[in-house]
């Protein structure tokens, strides 16, 4: 017989867990970065409205899918919409016309100019995508997914492991840095250590096997009703320390005074990008914890807190590192290295001796924000593996450790230079242009990741849940365990395909109502915004 789905404890395991995957790296790190990079606040803002308008509808339609079919992501895209359907069909096609597109466009551009545009490369994944799609359907969006988180997770861990070490050079009170050249020095030294990488990054790997050891109650949520509430708590320690500092303010103004005109179009799409990485969307992670959520929840004052706490948690690491920045007089626009480099010394010339102290709290915060993500990756392949291969958990997690923890290492010795790997280094030149394989194995692993595959995934979704399962059965879903009324008007019930839901017709037709306006950004707004970026992130300008 076949065994009961595990189901979340409770609202808030879930919410929490779910947090857990999405607060991360990607708040704690990059959001603060790139703030830095792209003038301050006014990032922040569009940043906000990029949450509103296409990480909302997203996060909602994935869960939704999740808890409907309570499957994995290709589980549950198959089950929505099996092999040789229509719209498989025509997304297949689409996909080959796209493919001959660009393969032209780069025999074009190599031709005349002789320069591998990168164009060819996508235009050949492009053509397999199409082909697996026309013949076996809409899964394979979500195997790509599951592809897609695996491959993140290989490198995120290698980064978590970074961080492991820097915890250990606060609390050992080695992190005494003057200048930023010094840290900078130790930092060189450090990532091109092959052993103490790939040992880090495979600590960093069992702590999230360890995770999942107990399964969803008793190992993700358990974890992440402890480690959440303390994540909060450094965080907010932090804060205080840093904006009590002398001359603070100024950090804090930066980060929240919005200036228009440092943005640039390049500005609003990294927000883009940015928040759907944030919200740890398009790979199916919301798919998978979704998959394991009551039906007497209700999806949308979940998502509405998950989306809260993330955006929470971005707007305070901004808290907790400009003003300590602006107060030593350190570089807010130094860009990824302003976490190891620049907040190192910045700790360190914190007024009193204790900065290795807070050094050590930033850290071990840092440290549960990456590891929660980490595991909430792996917990989707192992879902996968369990969902469709009926294997144990415990072997699941096991083959997946093995699988990434090899992969990461790629990532890990890369680092130091692609000497170590040459034949990567070739297949990829072969691929992809120069301009696209900037750094190592690790920066394009990261640039294919977050700039094509999660956008072209997440556009995906999108139409998926609005046209193919259609916004109606999912606004069904979404609204399973939520009994307020809900009002339409003529128009809106014609964009958001409610029309002949029985459901719907009963109820007062006026008023703009929360379902319609989900419906509407998920069926129009959402896939066209990502079209553009990642239209754009392959370099094709659309005259802006
Ligand atoms: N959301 C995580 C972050 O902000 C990153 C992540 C992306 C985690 C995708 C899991 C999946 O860092």
Request: aromatic share 14%; with cysteine.
């Amino acid at each position: 017989m076949e065994q009961q789905r595990e189901t979340w404890g409770g609202t808030i395991g879930f919410v929490l867990a779910a947090a857990g995957s999405a607060i991360g790296l990607g708040n704690i790190w990059k959001f603060p970065y790139i703030t830095g990079m792209n003038g301050g606040g006014a990032f922040v803002i569009i940043y906000l409205i990029c949450i509103f308008l296409l990480g909302t509808p997203l996060m909602l339609s994935e869960i939704a899918i999740g808890r409907k079919t309570q499957k994995n992501p290709y589980g549950a895209f198959k089950e929505i919409s099996p092999a040789g359907s229509k719209f498989s069909r025509v997304l297949g096609i689409l996909l080959l016309l796209q493919a001959v597109f660009m393969i032209y466009s780069g025999i074009d551009n190599l031709v005349d100019n002789g320069t591998n545009s990168g164009m060819i490369g996508f235009g050949v994944v492009s053509a397999l995508a199409g082909a697996l799609i026309i013949w076996k359907g809409v899964a394979m969006v979500g195997l790509f997914s599951i592809l897609t988180g695996l491959a993140i997770l290989s490198y995120y861990s290698v980064i978590g492991g970074w961080i492991l070490e820097y915890v250990y050079l606060a609390f050992s009170r080695q992190m005494n840095f003057e200048t930023v050249a010094q840290a900078k020095e130790t930092f060189g030294n450090f990532i091109t250590c092959p052993w103490k990488v790939v040992l880090l990054h495979l600590v960093f790997m069992v702590l999230c096997g360890a995770m999942l050891w107990g399964g969803i109650r008793k190992g993700v949520e358990r974890w992440s009703k402890i480690l959440m509430p303390l994540l909060l708590l450094l965080l907010i320690a932090v804060i205080i320390r840093g904006v009590t500092l002398p001359g603070a303010i100024d950090g804090v103004k930066f980060f929240l005074s919005p200036d228009f005109s440092k943005l640039s179009t390049g500005s609003i799409l990294e927000a883009l990008g940015h928040s759907f990485y944030s919200l740890s969307l398009g790979m199916g992670i919301m798919i998978t914890y979704g998959s394991y959520m009551k039906k007497q929840e209700n999806i949308l004052r979940t998502s509405v807190f998950i989306i809260i706490l993330d955006t929470i948690a971005a707007l305070m690491a901004g808290l907790a590192i400009f003003p300590a920045v602006f107060a030593m007089g350190g570089q807010p626009t130094a860009g990824p290295s302003l976490i190891f480099q620049v907040l190192p010394v910045t700790f360190n010339h914190f007024p009193g001796g204790f900065g290795w102290f807070w050094a050590g709290l930033f850290f071990l915060m840092l440290t549960i924000a990456a590891f929660t993500s980490g595991a909430s990756l792996l917990e989707m392949g192992v879902t996968f593996l369990i969902d469709q291969l009926k294997w144990s958990r415990k072997k699941a997690i096991s083959v997946l450790f093995v699988i990434i923890s090899l992969l990461g290492i790629l990532s890990a010795i890369s680092v130091t230079g692609w000497e170590n790997i040459p034949w990567v280094k070739k297949a990829f030149d072969f691929c992809f242009s120069p301009e696209h394989v900037k750094g190592n194995f690790f920066d394009v692993l990261d640039y294919i990741t977050s700039n094509w595959c999660l956008p072209l995934a997440g556009m995906m979704t999108a139409i998926f849940t609005g046209w193919l399962w259609t916004a109606r059965k999912a606004a069904r879903e979404l609204r399973e365990g939520d009994l307020t009324h809900l009002q339409d008007t003529n128009i809106l019930l014609l964009l958001s395909g409610f029309r002949d839901e029985p459901f719907y017709s009963q109820m007062i037709r006026n008023g703009l109502t929360l379902m319609t306006f989900w419906a509407i950004l998920i069926r129009f707004v959402a896939p066209i915004i990502i079209l553009f970026v990642f239209l754009h992130s392959l370099g094709i300008n659309l005259g802006f």
